[in-house]
């Protein structure tokens, strides 16, 4: 994703992060990439950051315009399917928080 | 971290997304820990959450009781004079994002 996508806070955040199970990597792999694609057809999405550690934990921050456009996806019914079946099948735990961003900064670039 | 620190939403965040450089593992695994200890003596922090891919690309999100015990974490002296050093040595760029969690859901535990 590129950085210059995102726009000036404020906006919003979904974070989820989630433990892994062992099951069915490509069957995850190939809906996540599927999530990812839906969620880039949607107003207001400028993209997300996601992270996973070798031990299967990992972090998704998908970044939303305004409140209105993550619940807009959130009740997109392709993407809430998918959702509820993969976290059922997929996750050995996991937690979603909604958030606003007040604020962000980030490194200059390289001179 | 334990689940079960983490307080009731409303609570802020820090989500600081990076790319780490190959520079030195042993002098930032160090300082990650000493980091780390630092944040669990502020009032207010029930904890963190961190991923890190095999590329390097890492998210850490730490939780905050309040913007006010954020705010003193960020000032307090041997964190921000670590965070300036270890931010210059350690990166090839990174953002940081100050959010207001405003709802929060996780999944049930295994019956």
Same mark, same amino acid.
């Given at each position: ?27 995850? +792999?190939?809906? +996540? ?21 070798? +031990? ?31 976290? +059922? ?23």
């Amino acid at each position: 994703m590129s950085d210059s996508r995102l726009p000036e806070p404020p906006y919003h955040v979904a974070i989820f992060s989630a433990q892994r199970n062992a099951a069915d990597d490509a069957g995850y +792999a190939a809906t +996540a990439q599927r999530m990812f694609e839906l969620a880039a057809q949607q107003p207001g999405f400028p993209g997300a950051e996601s992270a996973r550690d070798a +031990a299967g934990f990992g972090i998704t921050v998908s970044y939303w315009r305004d409140e209105a456009a993550l619940l807009a996806w959130r009740d997109q019914p392709d993407q809430a399917a998918t959702r509820a079946h993969g976290r +059922a099948r997929w996750y050995d735990h996991y937690q979603v928080r909604i958030a606003r961003v007040g604020r962000a900064y980030r490194s200059r670039p390289a001179a």
